[in-house]
Each structure stands twice: as C-alpha cells, then as structure tokens.
C-alpha cells in the first residue's frame, strides 16, 4: 500500500492533460476556490473567517450549505437551526464544513455540459462512495469521519473530471471497453495513456489536498487485504472498501448482489472487520444522508439509475411499499422541513438577523469562546443587510486605541487590520460614536455636512462612501465596535424593524463580552 512514484512519460501525460484543463475557463476557478479552502488549516483562529468569507463569496453556495446543514443527519449533532456559517464550523467542526464545501463546488462545477447527465450519475456515486467512508468510519470506529468522507469521495476524482473535460476520449474509453474487451483502467490508459488514478491524484496535488488524502486515493492490491499498519492505510482501506462497495451496488444484478458482498467482506475482513448485517444497515444510514443531499442540489433520485439501483436492493426488505422504512421512499422533492427553508431562499433581512439571534442565543448557553459568538453575531450582520465589509474592532486599553480584529467581506481580515485609530480623536465619527454610544449611520462619507468628520486614515485607507457604526460600551465605557460599509453614498437604508434587530445583536455581542470577562 506504498505510494508509488508516477513515471516520466506519465508525467508528461499528467502535465499535457493539466495544460488542456487549464485553458477551460472553468478549471482555473474551480482550482482556485478549492485550492483557497485547502490551505486553511483548521487549527488557525483566521481559518474559521477565512473558509466562512470564502464560503459568503457565493450566495448560492452559501445557502446550500446551510440547507444541508439543517438536514435531519446534521441536525443530531447541531440540536437545532444553524443560520450562520461561522455557527456551523462551531458546531460541526472545521474540517465537516469544508468537505461540505467542497462537494457542493465540486457538484456546481459539473453543471451545464452537454453530457449533464452522466456526469450527475458520475458524481451520485462519488457522493454516495465518500458518504458510506464516512459512515462506515463512524461505525467502526477505525479513523477520523471527515478524513474518511474526503479521502473516499475523491477516489474517483479522476473519472470524474476526465468525464467532465475529455468528453470525446471518454466515450473513446467506453467503446474500447464494448468492443476489445479491456478494463476501464486499461482502455484509460490506450486512449489518454494515464490512468484514472493518476489523473486524480495529480490533480488533488495541484489542489493542495494533504498526503494522507491524495495517498489514500490509491487502489488496493488484488486478493486479502491485509491490517493497516498506521493512520494513512487505515484511510486507504476504509476508502478502497467504500468505492468497492458502492461498485456492488452500482453494477451488481439482483441475483449477484448477496455472493458480491460476501467476497467484498471477506476480503476485507483482516484489514475492516464489518458484519454483512452491520454493512447493510449503514448502508441504510447513507442513503438517507444522500437523499437529504440530493434534495438540496435538486438532484431527483428517482429518475437515476443509481437511485434505481438502491430502490431494487431494499426492495426485497421493504416488501416493494413505498413505507416510511424504506429508505427509498421519498426521492424527488425538498425532505426539509427546516424553518429557514423560506429565509434561506432570499435575502429577507429581517429573517436572517433573527436566525442569527436564535444561533447566538444558542450558542450563549454552551461553552463558548468569545470569538465564536463575535463571528456568528458580524456574518449575520453581513449575510443580512448585503454589506460590503463588517469590521470588528477591540479597544487596547492600554495604548488606548481600537484595534481591527477580523471581519467579513472581501479582503475583510486585511481590512480589519487597518482599523487602528486612537481613541483620542476626538473630531472624528469614530469618536462621537464610542464616547457617546450612539449608533450612526454615515450616508455620505463625502456630504458637506460631515467630510470634516471622517479621519485621514479613514478616507486613505477604507474609503466607503456610506457605513454605520455600532458601538458596544459597559457600564458608558467603550470596549469594542462593529463596522458595517457599502460602496456607493446612500445604499445603506435600515428600517426600524431590522435597526432594532442589529441592536439586539449587538446587545448580545455585549452580553458575551461581559460573560467572558
């Protein structure tokens, strides 16, 4: 199970096959988004802001993954709505967020092409396969949950994309496969002279994804598979066994099916010891986890042939009834019954904000740390009133200054940085609305009335015609403020309603700040 170097000539396929796919349009914003997300590391107090800014870019993104993040699997581990980004990696963690992103890039890139729909087949049991490593790893136990979803979803990575940007060659590989008799791999190899493996695996490297991913993608050897001797193989076998299995129940017959996983079983059984009881049960768990995706993307099962093939497997147990048991019974169709369902699908100011109330009310009364409420309360400022940037700051009391701490928005923890001024300015905006705090709008940086009032470093450095300051003060001391902008004088409007709504925010940005003190 060593990684085996790829050899020259490879290489030079490897390297022509990349040129081609960076000369599509596509390719390059694709490499750039996921590349962007992979060199994040979890562990970083930034990486949170980054992947939730990288995220927020995307509106549509953004609300798919929210959508899943509210779906009965999620919900278990959530214990109610999540209405932020930044919420979500708290609750479910860093590195489940990201793979969620991923897949959904992954998915929209495939959209549009001629052969749309092999590609969505294609990419079902891609899903499906990274969703049985997942739940197959939480049964077992042998290896981290999110490692094993990415590591086995992207086994296939390089079918995948070959499909996608070598149409022509692909359905070359297909015929060879009909007419001389040769393996996919092998007909790979006489049409492009690179395999699939090696394809994907080259290009999850020009992805940045971490060795112990791009290592797992390697197929296992014939015959027994022997224990894994670390971390990296224990991902290896768990990813192999996945794809094998979503391979059975993709391509086996009725009649093949119960002798097919019994050999997959005992071929494993050394390396991942699983009942065929326990497999199909967690096979049962997976679908529903793919039913409440494929909802989301507006994928009908029912109309696959993947989906038709998980129908005929449980048809036998669930007696050919469209019973609530049977896993298949709802394919097409939203599952969600979620009450941001209808705030999710627009920008209604008033909804959001109030999600965002109810996440960080939520999140008050767990073991919080102050900055993960400060997140969740400024992206919802963000998603819901469509600023440009919203800039936290932090008073140093001992230079006496506001300090930029993070933000949203493009470039906003860059931006953020800019936010030093001292608090002893006092002719500047800034200043009347921390020491008096007052909540002001500014409608035009530039109006005759109030250009005397906006600092230097303001209009050099920031430069937004409109913006409104939120000051969080205690006891009549200022501690901290929060910044909101737009581009162009006058579009920053906030009726009653939603300004008493930002106030509650910040009011709990408040709370949490006396909390922690």
Not at 5 to 18: E, G, N, Q, Y
Not at 107 to 131: M, S, V, Y
Not at 333 to 345: D, K, R, V
Request: proline residues 3%.
């Amino acid at each position: 199970m060593e990684n085996v170097p790829i050899s020259a000539p490879r290489k030079s396929t490897l390297d022509f096959l990349l040129r081609r796919m960076q000369h599509k349009t596509d390719f390059p914003a694709l490499s750039e988004a996921v590349s962007a997300i992979n060199k994040m590391a979890s562990s970083e107090k930034e990486s949170v802001v980054q992947l939730s800014n990288s995220i927020l870019k995307d509106f549509s993104l953004t609300n798919k993954i929210l959508r899943l993040v509210n779906t009965a699997y999620y919900r278990q581990a959530t214990g109610g709505n999540i209405s932020t980004v930044s919420r979500a990696v708290l609750v479910l963690g860093f590195d489940a967020v990201r793979n969620i992103a991923i897949t959904l890039m992954l998915f929209e890139h495939l959209q549009n092409k001629a052969n749309a729909h092999h590609l969505k087949e294609e990419f079902l049991r891609t899903n499906l396969a990274g969703i049985l490593g997942r739940d197959i790893s939480a049964h077992t136990g042998i290896c981290d949950t999110e490692q094993a979803f990415i590591c086995s979803m992207f086994c296939n990575l390089g079918r995948l994309l070959c499909n996608y940007y070598f149409p022509e060659e692909s359905e070359a590989i297909k015929q060879r496969v009909i007419q001389k008799s040769r393996t996919e791999d092998e007909a790979m190899v006489d049409v492009l002279g690179i395999s699939y493996e090696d394809l994907g695996i080259e290009i999850a490297r020009f992805w940045g994804f971490p060795n112990i991913i791009i290592n797992s993608m390697r197929k296992l050897p014939a015959g027994s598979i022997r224990k894994p001797m670390n971390a990296e193989e224990r991902l290896q076998v768990l990813a192999g066994f996945a794809n094998e299995f979503c391979y059975v129940i993709a391509s086996a017959t009725p009649e093949q099916r119960q002798n097919e996983v019994r050999k997959l079983i005992a071929r494993f059984e050394k390396s991942l010891p699983i009942a065929e009881q326990e497999l199909q049960q967690t096979l049962r768990k997976s679908v529903e986890s793919m039913k409440q995706f494929a909802s989301i993307i507006n994928l009908d099962l029912q109309h696959s042939a993947l989906g038709r093939k998980i129908r005929s497997w449980f048809d036998k147990q669930a007696g050919h009834d469209d019973e609530d048991g049977h896993p298949m019974a709802v394919l097409s169709g939203s599952t969600l019954e979620s009450s941001l369902e209808a705030e999710l699908s627009g920008r209604d100011a008033e909804a959001i904000l109030a999600a965002g109330i109810q996440d960080i009310s939520n999140t008050l009364v767990e073991d919080y740390k102050l900055n993960d409420v400060l997140r969740i309360i400024l992206e919802t400022m963000y998603r819901a009133k469509g600023f440009r940037r919203v800039i936290l700051c932090i008073r140093d009391l001992k230079q006496n200054m506001m300090v930029g701490r993070f933000g949203f928005g493009p470039d906003g923890m860059e931006i953020a940085k800019r936010f030093n001024f001292s608090l002893s300015d006092d002719h500047s905006v800034f200043h009347a609305a921390l020491t008096k705090g007052a909540d002001i709008l500014i409608s035009d940086a530039h109006g005759a009335k109030v250009e005397e009032y906006i600092p230097e470093w303001f209009m050099k450095q920031i430069a937004a015609e409109t913006f409104v300051l939120f000051p969080l003060c205690i006891k009549g001391s200022p501690v901290a403020m929060i910044y909101a902008d737009r581009e162009r004088a006058g579009d920053i409007l906030i009726p009653e309603k939603e300004l008493s709504l930002l106030r509650t925010l910040r009011n709990q940005a408040v709370l949490a700040i006396k909390q922690s003190a």
